[in-house]
């Protein structure tokens, strides 16, 4: 009898030892289970961030590639603006006959604010001599139109047609010569504040004074060129020699006004009056690349802007 009692322990033992066994396992189990969930999870947030990191560096490759394609741009438009520069200036050393404009007169424009076509009447052999001590260059070109060539296309883009708008009824007169290299040695700007200096040279650009103007912008910009108002200066700086029909200048201007602020309120007109600069030097192909990238660096551009350059595609056949 004892021995069957013992029997049926070692049995009860075995039994408990078996129980025991198969909890661990199912444990064990239950663990390996949870850690193969979290390396299935880790194993998924893994591949979204390289998936991440692969999408976020084909962006960057992208502006990369967009903004090297971008200098390229600016680099060929200096190119081409350092070449008309190089070529007028040979032109005026070369050729001592005096320049005479189209006989348009100057006519105010509707009340709209549009301004007619001026004359810059006939430059004389003492003109010609203080154009060449200043370095300063016109193009000798009688086709060449004045800022506003018609009353269609007269508008004035953004700012530039509030602020001009006085011009129209202002009876200017032959516009004057670009400034000379005696008359830059005196000083215009009163003293005051940049804002209050900015406001003085802008009202002789106004009243049509464009050789103060030049003056006085200059002097602003020797003195305030880390001023916010710089590019403005730099814009206006370009109207006056375009105004005047001096292109190479104009150009000129346009193309470091925009290249001192490309996020300036005014950087999109500074492009199109570059393009309108080139056309009217006859460089078809580089003003389209003006026109080409005013249209694809600044989409949000003002409406007055947009439509001026639909017209200047279209005069210039860039499309």
Not at 89 to 115: C, F, I, V
Not at 147 to 175: D, Y
Request: with cysteine; charged share 25%.
């Amino acid at each position: 009898g004892n021995a069957k009692l013992g029997g049926n322990g070692s049995v009860s033992r075995q039994a408990v030892r078996v129980d025991g066994l198969e909890t661990d396992l199912r444990e064990l189990t239950g663990s390996i289970e949870q850690v193969a969930r979290k390396v299935f999870l880790i194993s998924e947030r893994f591949d979204k961030l390289v998936s991440d990191i692969d999408f976020r560096l084909s962006a960057l490759e992208k502006v990369a590639s967009n903004l090297t394609q971008n200098i390229n741009e600016v680099d060929r438009l200096k190119v081409a603006v350092n070449q008309i520069l190089s070529s007028s200036k040979a032109k005026l050393n070369g050729n001592s006959e005096s320049m005479q404009d189209t006989e348009n007169s100057y006519d105010p424009g509707p009340e709209t604010g549009e301004l007619g076509q001026k004359t810059l009447g006939k430059l004389s052999q003492t003109e010609l001599a203080a154009y060449s001590g200043a370095s300063n260059t016109i193009v000798k070109d009688s086709r060449q139109q004045s800022i506003l060539p018609n009353a269609s296309a007269a508008k004035l883009t953004s700012e530039a047609e509030g602020q001009l708008a006085g011009l129209a009824s202002s009876g200017v007169s032959s516009p004057e010569p670009l400034a000379s290299s005696v008359s830059r040695e005196s000083k215009i700007l009163p003293s005051g504040s940049p804002r209050e200096r900015y406001m003085f040279a802008f009202s002789l650009l106004r009243q049509a004074k464009y050789e103060s103007a030049e003056l006085a912008l200059k002097e602003f910009l020797d003195s305030h060129s880390g001023e916010k108002l710089a590019g403005n200066a730099r814009y206006w700086l370009g109207e006056t020699y375009y105004v005047r029909r001096a292109y190479v200048f104009a150009a000129e201007t346009f193309l470091e006004a925009f290249e001192f602020d490309r996020e300036g309120v005014k950087a999109p007109d500074s492009l199109l009056k570059l393009g309108m600069s080139l056309a009217a030097l006859g460089k078809g192909k580089e003003a389209c690349a003006a026109f080409g990238k005013l249209e694809q660096e600044y989409p949000e551009a003002t409406d007055e802007i947009k439509r001026s350059l639909e017209r200047q595609f279209a005069k210039s056949s860039c499309r």
